[in-house]
């Protein structure tokens, strides 16, 4: 089994990759080779036992599909894409990447003839969702998307949607939760305090909190996601009929609430870390986010998460992140 | 105030036109100048006060919608599309005119400059929506489109919330409900029955019903369809706030109540036209259908339809197509 990770240098993409490496198989089927492309070349990983290609090229680009879906790679997991606040900022670079490349990708498997009709894994995101909205989001919720990136998003859902029932391409999109604990340095995305406010004082650093405790959001560890996309890469989708597209589930929970699970996990020490600086554009940008989904309908088709309750978010973070230990 | 109707050839343009032009107005403000464009020039409407631009042109070509735009039209009506049965044959075809070309005329708008941000009213669909849905759909239903049509129409609205979120237009997307009583010859679309059913017999001629009379169906007539579009080209759009997407108010009813109605308005005779030849072809296309919605948010925005009844949609066929008189 060939498998194609678009957008593998990210974070999801790489413990995707490193993942099905160790595991060396894809549910029940060996993998035979991979193919790893970003628009800067993923690193190659160590003591891989099978083949892996790295590719970088520019999703945007109209031809940059084709040569990757000439190797005809049975699964895709497609996580290319430029994040929201680059998307909202540059309007042109965020309709090329995150619509146009999808339609090139899909188009290229189309183009590929011969009965190609491989298992397409799309990353979709609860930014497909914009306010106002019920406190818990369900199965059946309109889009109303209000960012670039959102609307973006819902369309791809909705091109997958059709290729996969015109019998094109076997696809799948799945609403990744905001994934908690994001590892690496703090970020100036909007949600970074989420993750940093865990990471940052585990690690013996002092993390800035722009908002109140009582801003809930919908998380998910690393883990969980990786977890998400296998299960998309391997469950019978016909189960799913044509609505090929569904939100993930994710565990809701409070600033509060995270702050007390630091403190039951790591101890008062880490928490008194956390230096509370209200800022009122984030405050702004957060109140529009969703805080809680019903999320049934992935429940049913056999989607789990790795952790149930934001302690094992956190302890996840220090078993896979930080080799056990942090800083008490 | 210039207006520009792009698919001015078709049935809804055609008389979007006509009323326009026998108004001389579109609100508060006079029309000074009028474009109509379809794929085939449409017909020039006699007798106009205004001057009258009549366009042919390609709207899937991407150099189409720049020449008509160049010309700063303050308000247009874009009922350019292909059907549903076309573009579910012709999947490239209906994605180059259905999607393609609406983003290359909203691209066009955006590229015009000079604050140029105009009135945009783009004909949706209740294709949009797609079986299995509540007896009554309702404002806040997801888009689970099951035509390549409907997913067409769904990804422009997206698009023109977005486009219009950025301040590049002033845009909204509204879902007529099926036209009834469709003027013209029978034509095969597969919902041609719930207008042949009414229109034949009035005209003496016979008409196949190929469903059962409890199906149930949503219409509107020519007449509302054309109020519902000058209402969206006059409104005060953000009343609406960034979802400028809505389906328009109609009417519910059975085949059974539709032929109950022709009695009540045409007499027996009228009705014994109808010929019962169930097609189950037919029978399972219309299954999958919306049968009924609730519209409470299109009339909290003023859209009103021009009938109460059924027996109104009859009677404003006879009184618009008919010249008041059919063959008893």
Redesign the interface.
């Known amino acids: 089994m060939h498998i194609l990770i678009l957008g593998a240098a990210g974070m999801v993409g790489r413990k995707l990759a490193e993942r099905l490496l160790r595991e060396g198989r894809l549910g029940k089927q060996d993998i035979t080779r991979m193919t790893l492309q970003d628009v800067v070349a993923p690193a190659r990983p160590a003591n891989a036992s099978v083949p892996v290609s790295v590719v970088a090229s520019d999703f945007a680009d109209a031809g940059a599909a084709a040569p990757l879906i000439a190797e005809r790679p049975d699964v895709i997991f497609h996580l290319a894409a430029i994040v929201s606040g680059e998307a909202e900022a540059e ?1 042109d670079k965020g309709y090329r990447i995150n619509l146009d490349g999808t339609r090139y990708l899909i188009d290229a498997i189309r183009a590929a003839g011969g009965g190609y009709k491989p298992r397409l894994v799309f990353t979709s995101s609860i930014a497909v969702f ?1 306010a106002p909205f019920p406190e818990k989001i369900g199965d ?7 960012t ?1 990136y959102g ?1 973006q998003k ?2 791809c859902e ?2 997958i ?2 290729y996969t ?2 019998g094109l391409l076997d696809g799948i999109s799945i609403r990744l939760p905001t994934i908690c604990v994001r590892p690496g340095k703090p970020n100036k995305a909007a949600s970074g305090f989420f993750s940093n406010i865990i990471r940052e004082p585990l690690a013996g650093e002092e993390a800035i909190l722009p908002v109140s405790e009582d801003v809930r959001h919908w998380h998910a560890s690393p883990k969980s996601a990786v977890g998400f996309l296998i299960h998309a890469g391997t469950m019978d989708l016909n189960a799913m009929g ?2 090929r597209n569904l939100s993930m589930p994710g565990l809701s929970a409070t600033v509060g609430e995270q702050i007390a699970a630091l403190e039951r996990v790591a101890g008062k020490n880490v928490i008194a870390r956390i230096k509370r600086v209200p800022d009122p554009t984030i405050i702004g940008i957060v109140s529009g986010w969703p805080r809680d989904f019903v999320t049934d309908r992935a429940l049913r088709l056999g989607f789990t998460t790795a952790e149930k309750t934001f302690d094992d978010i956190i302890r996840i973070h220090i078993e896979d992140e930080l080799g056990g230990k942090f800083v008490g």
Do not use: A, Q
């Open positions: 309007f914009g059946e919720f309109f889009h109303t998307p209000l670039s609307t819902s369309i909705l091109l949607n059709d029932r015109k044509p609505r």
